[in-house]
């Protein structure tokens, strides 16, 4: 199943997400950028339709390193995003102030993929998880790193995008 097979899988009534997929094509974003975003926000999406139709395409512009990439970034910020999520949500000052103490060896080593690929890949994620901290924290580091803002907001488009579309297929499935 590759994307215009999902295309297809869209039901009428969201017919402005199949439009909507034109930023894969369309935004600021060079192809792996775009598609990485894309993966990434698959995986975290949870929706198999989704993410093995988006792997299809990805695996065009993508190497097997940047997938990977793709992959540890999805791992990583899944922790982090319900880490700094329940940070944010609890109001105990001395709770706040407690150190995650969570294994983030990756974040370090840019999962094997460059700084700014990996910050790309861990804001899409960092979008569909909603994680304010970590999406504020991602857009910071692309920023430092020269990116404009339409990149940071193009990323953003596509998480979202990509999270509709599961979020409306698994309507269709249940």
Request: aromatic residues 6%; contains cysteine; negative net charge.
């Amino acid at each position: 199943m590759g994307i215009d097979t999902l295309k297809s899988e869209i039901p009428d009534y969201a017919k402005d997400l199949r439009l909507n997929l034109s930023v894969l094509s369309t935004s600021s974003l060079d192809p792996v950028a775009a598609w990485g975003s894309a993966y990434t926000a698959a995986l975290v999406s949870k929706s198999t339709v989704v993410k093995r139709a988006i792997l299809e395409e990805a695996n065009v512009h993508l190497s097997e390193e940047q997938i990977t990439g793709c992959r540890s970034a999805a791992a990583i910020m899944s922790m982090n995003n319900v880490w700094y999520k329940f940070n944010d949500l609890v109001s105990d000052a001395e709770i706040k102030g407690q150190p995650a103490k969570l294994r983030m060896n990756v974040m370090m080593s840019h999962g094997g993929v460059g700084q700014v690929l990996f910050e790309t890949f861990s804001l899409a994620a960092s979008v569909v998880n909603a994680c304010g901290t970590c999406v504020n924290a991602h857009a910071v580091q692309l920023r430092k790193n020269g990116i404009s803002a339409q990149h940071i907001v193009d990323v953003g488009r596509i998480a979202s995008i990509v999270k509709a579309i599961s979020d409306t297929l698994t309507f269709e499935s249940d």
